[in-house]
């Protein structure tokens, strides 16, 4: 049974930084895709990052150059570094990981993102 955690959400001021971790359990972690998503209020799920086995990492264009997407294999973790953040990355993130045997998609529980003043 795959289970995936969430932690490191937080009230942060405009321009300040978060690290989000996703702990996993219950797969063959190193072989699979893993993401980030988000979704605001009123909005639809949205890719925040991705990145596969091999360490190939892919950004929405409204955060390339601000997030950061890695992984420890051996710890079962992938993280997402937030920098300069803005009130518009306020959402719920959800850790996300791709079987690559069965192509089944697990959700972690979200962890929320408040960037407010």
């Known amino acids: 049974q795959v289970q995936l955690v969430e932690s490191g959400g937080g009230l942060v001021q405009p321009g300040g930084s978060l690290r989000l971790s996703c702990a996993a359990s219950g797969s063959i972690f190193s072989i699979n895709r893993m993401a980030w998503y988000r979704q605001a209020p009123g909005k639809e799920r949205e890719l925040v990052a991705s990145i596969s086995s091999g360490f190939s990492t892919n950004y929405a264009d409204s955060v390339k150059g601000r997030f950061t997407i890695s992984r420890d294999n051996a710890k079962k973790t992938v993280y997402l570094q937030m920098n300069s953040l803005k009130p518009e990355d306020t959402a719920v993130y959800y850790c996300?990981?791709?079987?690559?045997?069965?192509?089944?998609?697990?959700w972690g529980q979200g962890t929320q993102v408040t960037v407010s003043s």
């Open positions: 996300n990981q791709q079987s690559k045997t069965t192509m089944i998609h697990y």
